[in-house]
């Protein structure tokens, strides 16, 4: 499950009803409001593990604050690596399994975010790319670009702004966002998709639901299916390609030096 809490610790009597009727395995939380003052029993849910990522003094944003609650069946450690990274609000976890691993990570952008932390979301998102070639990746949160629509393949933005920078980034990343409808109504403005659910594969996300959100907040809560696929279940010859440490330029290089009209003038389609 996850969803944008808009203040968690006074919605804990009824997250802990819902988690008791749907048996989550993972929870992610984004917009928590919680600080220092807030103690992890204050956000406990029995039979879960807590990691959590608060908002800082003096943060650009109102709120912020991120949360991943996995079961406690689960082998499960917080990935510092990506956790402390330079961008604020997101928290990553590795589940280990018995032969492989998945890495779940949650984000919270703020609308008010800098360009400057716009840029560290990227840099993040390339970071847990190569920390996860071993492993499967689930990534969750609010990115708070209504202007990116994943279904059209299409951004209402300017070429060098910041919601067509992470669609190419995340695209480039060769990442699969899952959510296709609105997640967020609030009053007489215009439903929007702000909450994304990304992974490596189309099919391994299932029986996406939308449903009532947490108190009063504005955004629904999502559930799914995650399929976690063995390794066993993989041919043995699979393997994954670094597609980031590809030297473009040098590609670019070689096939601009080939005269290509002069190489396929007069030759059929075939032939070319």
């Known amino acids: 499950m996850y969803t944008n809490a808009c203040s968690l610790p006074g919605k804990m009597d009824e997250l802990r009803n819902l988690v008791y009727t749907d048996n989550f395995d ?12 807030i103690t992890d029993a204050d956000l406990a849910l029995d039979g879960y593990v807590l990691f959590r990522n608060d908002r800082k003094k003096g943060h650009y944003s109102k709120g912020g604050g991120v949360a991943l609650y996995i079961k406690d069946t689960f082998q499960s450690r917080v990935c510092y690596k990506l956790t402390n990274n330079i961008f604020e609000d997101s928290i990553w976890c590795y589940i280990h399994f018995q032969d492989l691993s998945l890495l779940v990570g949650t984000c919270y952008r703020s609308t008010s975010s800098s360009d400057l932390n716009n840029n560290h979301l990227l840099s ?20 708070n670009y209504p202007e990116i629509s994943f279904e059209d393949n299409d951004v209402h933005a300017g070429d060098e702004s910041a919601p067509v920078k992470f669609f190419n980034c995340v695209q480039d990343l060769f990442l699969y966002q899952h959510v296709t ?5 609030r009053g007489n403005q215009n439903p929007s998709k702000l909450d994304y659910v990304f992974t490596y594969d189309e099919d391994s996300i299932s029986d996406m ?5 947490l108190g009063k907040s504005d955004h629904c809560c999502i559930h799914f299916e995650y399929t976690i696929k063995s390794r066993n279940d993989e041919l043995p010859d699979t393997f994954k390609l670094n597609y980031w440490k590809g030297d473009y330029r040098s590609i670019n290089q070689d096939l601009a030096s080939v005269d290509w009209e002069n190489l396929l003038s007069g030759k059929s389609v075939e032939e070319m």
């Open 26 to 37: 993972i929870i992610a939380i984004t917009e928590t409001w919680a600080n220092e003052e």
């Open 124 to 143: 993040l998102l390339n970071e847990a790319v190569k920390e996860s070639q071993n492993s499967q990746l689930l990534l969750i949160g609010d990115f």
């Open 181 to 185: 409808e609105c997640t967020r109504y």
């Open 209 to 213: 639901l939308y449903k009532a959100p």
